[in-house]
T-cell receptor, first 111, second 113 residues
Framework: AQRVTQPEKLLSVFKGAPVELKCNYS??????LFWYVQYSRQRLQLLLR??SRESIKGFTADLNKGETSFHLKKPFAQEEDSAMYYC?????????????FGTGTLLAVQP | NAGVTQTPKFRVLKTGQSMTLLCAQD?????MYWYRQDPGMGLRLIHY???????AKGEVPDGYNVSRLKKQNFLLGLESAAPSQTSVYFC????????????FGPGTRLTVT
């Protein structure tokens, strides 16, 4: 079965603390994973994708095929990081570019 | 470029009424998608289209119909609205097979009473 699991509905941390948003996936093919972010009153936007191996706004995510995970990390949280974060798995390849989303984690960074 | 736009932004319907949500994109994208976003459920794919004149069912298609008569527009219809269709609806698009990033619209908040 194709599935994305984000076990935490809410993650609350203090400014300057490390952040780790968990994402696990289930997929029989070669996975392509993404993190999307939705700031308050804004539309969803791509934060990063695993194939780029990039760091965006200080966030990184490493694909661990052995643990079927794609956790999002940031060493020092900022208040402006407060948002809803969705992990997504691309399925169907280029023929459809469909995404399966997790249920999302709300990150709240306290001052 | 406006990107992906959605009309209307908000709507309240009574059970049994019908309506159409319009999604438009000015990026010449081939693929378009309709999602619904519900608390605790994340985003779920309703229908999608891989090109003008084509549509396909997603994860939760029941109670919805779609049409893609023009490449830039993707319409989502509710023929007989039900309270279970109260949700925030997002449209997204992507350029085609080689692309993977989806670009999202601002959303339509629909309440069915």
């Amino acid at each position: 079965a194709q599935r994305v699991t984000q076990p935490e509905k809410l993650l609350s941390v203090f400014k300057g603390a490390p952040v780790e948003l968990k994402c696990n996936y289930s997929y029989s093919g070669s996975p392509e994973l993404f993190w999307y972010v939705q700031y308050s009153r804004q539309r969803l936007q791509l934060l990063l994708r695993h194939i780029s191996r990039e760091s965006i706004k200080g966030f990184t995510a490493d694909l661990n095929k052995g643990e079927t995970s794609f956790h999002l990390k940031k060493p020092f949280a900022q208040e402006e990081d407060s948002a809803m974060y969705y992990c997504a798995l691309r399925v169907g390849g280029g023929a459809t570019n469909k995404l399966i989303f997790g249920t999302g984690t709300l990150l709240a960074v306290q001052p | 470029n406006a990107g992906v736009t959605q009309t209307p932004k908000f709507r309240v319907l009574k059970t049994g009424q019908s309506m159409t949500l319009l999604c438009a994109q000015d990026m010449n994208h081939e693929y378009m998608y309709w999602y619904r976003q519900d608390p605790g459920m994340g985003l779920r794919l309703i229908h999608y289209s891989v090109g003008e004149g084509t549509t396909a069912k997603g994860e939760v298609p029941d109670g919805y119909n779609v049409s893609r008569l023009k490449k830039q527009n993707f319409l989502l219809g509710l023929e007989s609205a039900a309270p279970s269709q109260t949700s925030v609806y997002f449209c997204a698009s992507t350029s085609g097979q080689g692309a993977s990033e989806q670009y999202f619209g601002p959303g339509t908040r629909l309440t069915v009473t």
